[in-house]
């Protein structure tokens, strides 16, 4: 089967390098970065840190160039899925596209360009050392499921999962992906926005109640958000945020979202914090703290644009 | 009358510059800069902008050097409020003190060191440029009236009322000065978090409808707490805030909470928003968006110290 792996950053490189080792899989790789692309062709694309691994996919910035695709696996950041999709979805005329990006939303976007479409969450991360090196940071499952209104088939689900876990990211195919998406992203919702307008790492944020009692607000709108679609959670989000401060998990982590903002590059707070407001606003459920701190980084966003 | 401005900041000298211009008010100004304190004793103390002034009172940073007063005019940053007002305490025994500070729940603090309480507002601002000069940047009025449970004589009131606004500082004696303070205090408490939690001036938050939900909101909750104690504002915030964004007027102003945040200077937070969220909880009254605001900034504060 082919997989094209469309933005091959960080999260997109893990997926890319662990599927090019397997003998029945021709992967493709879709980035617009051309160094990135480059040092993939020539030397392949490394991983280190969680596991060392060298895949080599045939990496490209032309989606002219891509040939038809059983699947598409798509990990770019959530604000650059349209075009990204768009250009790429030729290849996906017969085949089915899977998002396992952060957020909520990125399926429907998805679902604009291509006719059949998995919902998916993943929990392993990284980041890009240098063009063709990505760092794995940690290992984690990933859960694919139909996207209700345009479902891959069930049989295609189950041989994505099965090609990713059988290249070392353990994949579980769900009649249901909506509780694991949103367990992740009421998560990342509560947390990410937090660090980003403190500059705190997740352990302080979680030591101090005022900020605590925060998070824990941002968890409960999501959570009536989740419910008013009759998700049942597969977790509490409140116990990955305390597993998370331990001084021996991610205490000292810097939300992806925090990150972004010291680099000042755009944030996915459209797909986060954005997202739960959106859906809570379809489905009428208010959503004012998830409302308010969406407002508060966009408008920080606004300011790198004026200096 | 002897008058002493505890706090000799930019509108603590405001005060005390135009104070000294009458013949019949002994003014002192204490402050805890001995360079301003120098200055001002070897040059008087002087206004520029607005208008031109140099008045000479007295000043120190030695309390114990201060002669009994008739009135104090508090005018630290809220959080020094306790510390000043201790120091100074045997100056006003057989005195009357107001505070004219930002916020709500100074003259509380006051209220501990001294026995009689003027609760006051104003809307005058400016900033020091040097030690012994100040740029006086906006003029305005000033509103004086008891402190309910310690409250100064309205004689008292009227005394000083008049000392102000024959000195150039317009000031209305009031019997109940909380509509003004409450309006005062609900119009910073819904800007200044905004514009320091994104860094965008007044005018660009105004700009950004879903900024400017958020502003309302804020207003929103102030509103209810003021309403909770029976206080009919004087004005509408928004009308003030919606003038405050005209390009004529305050389009380009960083709210001084946002300049506190760029200079890493400890901000009124906890007698903004905080002491919106206070009253509210003695009230009944839930402030959920002034309480993630104020957490947001104090848990910005706490990122100063670690860096």
Redesign the interface.
């Known amino acids: 089967m082919r997989i094209c792996v469309v933005g091959c950053g960080a999260v997109g490189s893990l997926f890319a390098a662990n599927l090019a080792q397997l003998d029945d899989v021709d992967v493709w790789a879709y980035d617009v970065s051309q160094a990135h692309v480059a040092a993939i062709n020539a030397s392949g694309l490394r991983l280190v840190g969680a596991d060392d691994v060298v895949g080599r996919p045939t990496a490209t910035s032309d989606a002219s160039e891509l040939p038809p695709c059983d699947f598409g696996i798509v990990s770019t950041k959530s604000m650059h899925t349209d075009e990204a999709v768009a250009a790429t979805a030729h290849a996906f005329t017969h085949g089915a596209v899977a998002s396992v990006q952060n957020g909520v939303g990125n399926e429907e976007v998805v679902a604009r360009h291509v006719a059949r479409v998995v919902r998916g969450t993943t929990f392993p991360a990284g980041k890009i050392l240098e063009p063709g090196v990505v760092q794995w940071d940690v290992k984690g499952d990933t859960t694919l499921g139909p996207f209700e209104p345009q479902p891959a088939t069930a049989e295609e689900i189950v041989r994505l999962a099965d090609a990713c876990t059988r290249a070392g990211m353990p994949t579980h195919a769900v009649s249901d992906a909506r509780p694991a998406q949103w367990h992740k992203v009421i998560f990342n919702a509560a947390t990410n926005p ?1 660090g980003a ?4 790492t997740h352990g ?2 979680c030591e ?1 109640p ?2 605590r ?2 998070v824990s ?1 941002l968890v409960d709108e999501g959570k009536a958000v989740a419910a008013a679609q009759a998700i049942a959670l597969d977790a509490d989000p409140e116990e990955l945020i305390d597993h998370a401060a331990r001084p021996d998990v991610a205490y000292d982590h810097k939300a992806s979202m925090l990150q972004d903002v010291e680099a000042r590059r755009p944030t996915e707070i459209d797909f986060l914090n954005g997202g739960i407001g959106r859906f809570g606003h379809e489905l009428g459920v208010s959503t ?2 998830n ?6 980084v ?3 966003e ?2 790198w644009e ?1 200096h």
Chains 1, 2 share one sequence.
């Not at 307008?197 to 705190?200: F, H, K, S």
């Not at 409302?291 to 508060?296: G, I, K, N, Y």
């Open positions: 937090v307008l403190t500059c705190l302080r944020v101090r005022d900020l009692a925060l607000a004012p703290l409302d308010a701190v969406t407002a508060l966009k408008g920080l606004e300011s004026l």
